[in-house]
């Protein structure tokens, strides 16, 4: 399985921001797919999680309120959307997906993107 991410790059503080996974080699109906991110000088948390029908989403708790993560099965696609960003946003952001038929697996992740980075300015 190969994740490919694009979006991020420079942003200004409450600019909304939106990142694409895009997944080849398995169908993703199988995976339970996330996005995390690794600021500077700190571990790598899980932003967002969704299970392979979409149905059941987990959110950091920091950033629930700002965040969506969503799918589309069909492009082999996953998106996070956040809004009103801020400079504490500001890190790698990585795509990952697990092997999962049921529920949200993405602490499991075999799988990850390259990494993008995105930066906020104040």
């Known amino acids: 399985v190969e994740l490919v991410e694009s979006g991020g790059g420079l942003g200004q503080a409450g600019d909304s921001l939106r990142l694409s996974c895009i997944a080849s080699?398995?169908?993703?109906?199988?995976?339970?797919m996330g996005w995390f991110r690794q600021i500077s000088g700190k571990g790598r948390e899980r932003l967002a999680c969704?299970?392979?029908?979409?149905?059941?989403?987990t959110y950091l708790d920091s950033v629930k309120n700002r965040v969506t993560i969503s799918r589309d099965n069909s492009k082999s696609a996953l998106y996070l959307t956040m809004d009103n960003v801020k400079t504490e946003d500001t890190a790698m952001y990585y795509c990952?997906?697990?092997?999962?038929?049921?529920?949200?697996?993405?602490?499991?992740?075999?799988?990850w993107g390259q990494g993008l980075q995105v930066t906020v300015s104040s």
């Open positions: 990952a997906a697990a092997r999962a038929q049921f529920g949200v697996r993405c602490d499991d992740s075999k799988y």
């Open positions: 080699g398995l169908s993703i109906d199988e995976l339970s």
């Open positions: 969704l299970s392979s029908s979409g149905g059941i989403r």
